[in-house]
């Protein structure tokens, strides 16, 4: 099945500071999609992205489609407490044309811990 | 708009017991995803539904573990005979409309004793 390594695991960042992280695949898809969890929640939408070479803002993030269709990054500016949580980037491959698609792949996830 | 409701929220079960979770869409959502998530890893899809019909179970083990999404009421994950490694937390996911991005409830947290 197809695999996303996502890099890197974890990040210790001053306040302040700008974060990246990014997602490689094996494989390819037609659609990009990062979600932030924070603990004891479920995976909250950040950005999507559906076509090769898109580059998506929302606020302070900045997320962009890989050429190849086989990665993605994040960038978070100027980070604030709250950023605080994990970070997950997923792929999609199928939306089907009555309505619907396949399930999501998830990388692991990078953990953002601020330090004070 | 309410989005994806899931209850309940913890599940304590002792193991050869059954667990049953249940997922309420977002409102105008036909769609419904089961994820598995085990402690510092990623979500794990187990199976897609539409109203009365299974999708996609390609990530559904083959045994103990059911899904439903009858025309009334809310989808039902069923994980029947429990043991100690089905202990998880379980997302329930819903899609619509033309880009079907999929939305995630809160969870269920199953710990088997």
């Known amino acids: 099945g197809q695999q996303l390594n996502q890099s890197p695991q974890s990040m210790f960042i001053q306040e302040g500071e700008d974060v990246s992280m990014n997602c490689t695949s094996s494989s390819i898809f037609n659609t990009w999609l990062w979600y932030k969890q924070d603990p004891g929640e479920g995976p909250v939408l950040l950005i999507a992205l559906y076509k090769a070479g898109e580059l998506t803002s929302n606020g302070r993030l900045t997320a962009q489609f890989g050429i190849t269709r086989k990665d993605s990054f994040l960038n978070i500016s100027a980070s604030i407490p709250s950023d605080v949580g994990i970070y997950f980037c997923a792929g999609q491959l199928v939306v089907y044309s009555g309505g619907g698609a396949d399930g999501l792949t998830f990388g692991k996830g990078t953990h953002l811990i601020i330090q004070p | 708009n309410a989005g994806v409701m899931q209850n309940p929220r913890h599940l304590v079960r002792r193991r050869g017991q059954e667990a049953r979770l249940r997922c309420s869409p977002m409102?105008?959502?036909?769609?419904v995803y089961w994820y598995r998530q085990l402690p510092e890893e990623g979500l794990k899809f187990m199976v897609y539904?539409?109203?009365?019909?299974?999708?996609?179970e390609s990530g559904m083990p083959k045994e103990r573990f059911s899904a439903e999404f009858p025309k009334e009421g809310p989808s039902i994950l069923r994980i029947q005979q429990v043991v100690r490694g089905d202990s998880a937390a379980y997302f329930c996911?819903?899609?619509?409309?033309?880009?079907?991005?999929?939305?995630f409830g809160a969870g269920t947290r199953l710990s088997v004793l």
């Open positions: 539904l539409q109203k009365e019909n299974i999708i996609d």
């Open positions: 996911a819903s899609s619509g409309g033309q880009r079907n991005i999929q939305y």
């Open positions: 409102k105008g959502h036909s769609h």
